[in-house]
């Protein structure tokens, strides 16, 4: 687990500093390549480390949300993240992602400095095996899936693309194949980790786009170094597909069964 | 059900528009009190609005994120919503409104022109009396819930603030208590109308701000149309409490079972 020289993902999500204060450029990764372009989760990481790297910055992320307006091409990118309102405890930020001077993504956060309270988990990770007694699953033709070990326990990638009605379910074990430990970025290129509902819904791939993803992380960063490079118990459904729009909504829990993330995404398709 | 003047709530929402084409002006409405300032979901309303007054918009509603930033105060305020990538079929916005020249609130809304495709419902309303039946709840101290009437059938607002344990979810029928057809505003408005899940939980009133609300809107205005002032089933769950900050995640039906929007939001809370 781990290495020593740097992980392919803190090579894609590296960002260079310019001369205006929260303006950083970066290039596109081949590892984390997908169909076409780079795999959504990676840009979501790479956007929210442009407010992870700002100079400005307070507290942690708590809530984020990424719009994909335009397919990231491959190649070199800039992102500019701007803090649109700091109070005490909670901060704001806008952030814009630019290839060619066009905007390809967008993003607000909320960070926040979080204080002890009372604290309750109230949707508690669903009884599954053990990963390491399941085989590791979703064979990848793609790029950016090796770099995640998943271990299906509920509606993996159909074997067989033969249009038979599914449910929209999944429920798997997921970890960096390579043993990076999680960090905000990591949890929000996590949050994206899981293939399309309509997918496995229909048996059958039809064309498919994020549109927007919001994650909301209840862990700190306390939590996540607890938490380490250790498999994530994820469960993902959707409740909803209609008219070239379905949502995705999911669960991503640590060994301990700390609820980490909740988040949601919509997405559009074809036909 | 209705009357021949504006209804209050398109009294609170309208805007203005200034010399500088996506630039509104508007004014907060008493009717829509909160216990400071106006309750979030008119806020959300309003500025989503700015996205349907826009000249260039095209297409409508499918995801909405609003930040509240800071309290809204009574009075006047300012729109701007901008486009920020305009495609063949979708559209990305970012709004902001300010009060004397300060951020109180941010958004992104994507709105797309939808197409007839494979539908189906995943997530259906649960089996619930009728509404007629129940007795009106949540009998307001605050003026804006006086403005829906809401049938509650699990999780009502607790009538005894004696820090008993409870679960976090709610069930009602929700609709205008003044016969205001639904539509994108209207919906957005109601995808806050659930109390603080903190309240349900603890039996315990804390102080509570929400941070950030995503609305995903899965109808479309033909369905809107067919839903007009009708009875909502709606259902709200949090899913964890931690350290100052729970998340909420609900769903909005109409009396076909038709399931108009899934939304979630991260509320502050402290002690």
């Known amino acids: 687990m781990g290495d020593s020289s740097q992980h392919v993902f803190d090579a894609a999500i590296a960002l260079e500093a310019g001369a205006t204060p929260g303006v950083f450029s970066g290039t596109t990764h081949p590892a984390w390549a997908n169909m076409v372009g780079p795999f959504g989760g990676i840009t979501a990481a790479t956007v929210l480390q442009a407010v992870m790297q700002h100079p400005d910055r307070l507290g942690e992320p708590v809530s984020y949300t990424v719009n994909f307006c335009a397919g990231v091409a491959d190649g070199a990118f800039e992102i500019e993240a701007r803090p649109t309102r700091t109070n005490r405890s909670t901060q704001h930020w806008f952030v814009q992602m630019r290839q060619g001077g ?5 993003a607000t956060a909320v960070t926040a400095v979080r204080r002890e309270t009372f604290s309750s988990l109230e949707h508690a990770p669903p009884p599954m095996p053990e990963p390491d007694s399941l085989p590791r699953g979703f064979a990848p033709r793609l790029e950016w899936p090796r770099r995640y070990d998943m271990r299906f326990t509920e509606g993996p990638l159909p074997d067989v693309w033969d249009g038979r009605e599914g449910t929209t379910r999944s429920r798997l074990w ?98």
Chains 1, 2 share one sequence.
């Open 174 to 271: 997921v970890r960096d194949a390579a043993g990076r430990p999680l960090d905000f970025p990591g949890l929000a290129a996590l949050a994206d980790v899981f293939f399309p509902r309509v997918y496995v819904r229909r048996a059958r791939t039809v064309p498919i786009g994020t549109v927007s993803m919001t994650v909301y992380f209840h862990a700190d960063s306390a939590q996540l170094a607890a938490t380490g490079a250790g498999w994530i118990q994820a469960q993902v459904e959707g409740q909803v597909l209609r008219n070239g729009f379905f949502d995705a909504t999911a669960q991503l829990w640590n060994r301990a069964g700390d609820l980490l993330v909740t988040t949601n995404q919509l997405v559009y398709y074809k036909e």
């Open 102 to 106: 066009e905007v390809v993504t967008t």
